[in-house]
């Protein structure tokens, strides 16, 4: 079955620390990955798939497919980031896509 | 508009009671997706409508569980004789791709159900 793995509930860094949210995924075929973003009291949205390969405030993410994980990494970290982070898969060629349980990141002044 | 709308915002329903939850995609928009995501849970598939055919309900939990688009546009998720477990979040996602949704995905701010 498929499945996506975020190990860490609750992640809290200081403004400029770099940052990764971890992501680990269980799937045997060729899937696409997405990290999705939910700032306070806004709505869920995509951050980056990694079909795109582009930086998107700040954040890169690397699909590894013999370590079956795409982390989210930032080199210096934000107050603005503080938000829940959730992982998903899309399996190839169906479109629902399967979520982690989700990071909350805090980042402190 | 400004996104996809749900209705209402919070539901308090007795256990046993029926409840309908209301979703209005982005104008024009072909596919539409229900999630539900339980306390300190992901959100979870529930049913994918193409314009008005639901061509995967998979993740409806149980035969308590229907959701409908019947224009096109529009689409309700019931639930009968609702039960504690039903309590979460119920977001609505619409996409106007009919394929790679994912492209372009964008979501309610939910209904958030609280069965006593």
């Known amino acids: 079955a498929q499945r996506v793995t975020q190990p860490e509930k609750l992640l809290s860094v200081f403004k400029g620390a770099p940052v990764e949210l971890k992501c680990n995924y269980s799937?045997?075929?060729?899937?696409?990955l997405f990290w999705y973003v939910q700032y306070s009291r806004q709505r869920l949205q995509l951050l980056l798939r990694?079909?795109s390969r582009e930086s998107i405030k700040g954040f890169t993410a690397d699909l590894n497919k013999g370590e079956t994980s795409f982390h989210l990494k930032k080199p210096f970290a934000q107050e603005e980031d503080s938000a829940m982070y959730y992982c998903?898969?899309?399996?190839?060629?169906?479109?629902?896509?399967?979520f982690g349980t989700g990071t909350r990141l805090q980042v402190f002044p | 508009g400004a996104g996809v709308s749900q209705s209402p915002r919070y539901k308090v329903a007795k256990r046993g009671q029926d409840v309908a939850l209301r979703c209005d995609p982005i104008?024009?928009?072909?596919?539409l997706f229900w999630y539900q995501q339980a306390l300190g849970q992901g959100p979870e598939f529930l049913t994918y409508?193409?314009?008005?055919?639901?061509?995967?309900k998979s993740g409806l939990p149980s035969d308590r569980f229907f959701a409908e688009r019947p224009e096109g546009s529009v689409s309700t998720l019931k639930i009968q004789r609702t039960q504690q477990e039903d309590s979460a979040v119920y977001l609505c996602?619409?996409?106007?791709?009919?394929?790679?949704?994912?492209?372009?995905?964008?979501f309610g701010s939910g209904t958030q159900l609280s069965v006593l």
């Open positions: 996602a619409s996409s106007p791709n009919g394929r790679a949704t994912n492209e372009k995905l964008f």
């Open positions: 799937y045997s075929g060729s899937p696409e």
């Open positions: 990694h079909i």
């Open positions: 998903a898969l899309s399996r190839y060629n169906t479109d629902k896509l399967i």
């Open positions: 104008s024009g928009h072909v596919s």
């Open positions: 409508f193409q314009n008005e055919a639901q061509l995967d």
